[in-house]
């Protein structure tokens, strides 16, 4: 099998009024989560017909860095933060990248 990474899709779905400060929150955590050397991508979406809902797609370059992820302060200040705001428990699911490698360049680093 050719070198993969791990991808994580997480599915959020906040209460209404919290929308916004859920937005922003995530923007934060996102920018900050990118400078992670075990990360290669980590995007927040909104879905487009219902705005409470979201996606955060995000590319780890393998366990370690998923894992190292959950232990920054800029992760643990996000998952605080946006608990009250949920109208349901987050999920999300874990895939191994298919895509080669190489193509996942993002920010400068691959």
């Known amino acids: 099998m050719s070198e993969s990474y791990l991808a994580v899709v997480v599915y959020v779905h906040v209460l209404p009024e919290s929308i916004e ?7 934060v955590n996102a920018a900050a989560s990118i400078r992670e050397p075990g990360v290669v991508r980590f995007d927040v979406m909104q879905e487009s017909t219902d705005a409470a809902r979201f996606v ?17 302060a800029h992760y ?28 996942w360049a993002f920010n400068g680093h691959v």
């Open 56 to 72: 955060l797609f995000e590319v780890y370059r393998g366990p370690e860095g998923a894992a190292a992820h959950k232990q920054t």
């Open 21 to 27: 400060a859920f937005r922003a929150a995530s923007l």
């Open 76 to 103: 643990q200040v996000w998952r605080d933060a946006v608990a009250p705001m949920m109208a349901e428990p987050r999920t999300s699911k874990s895939y191994a990248t298919v895509t080669p490698a190489a193509t």
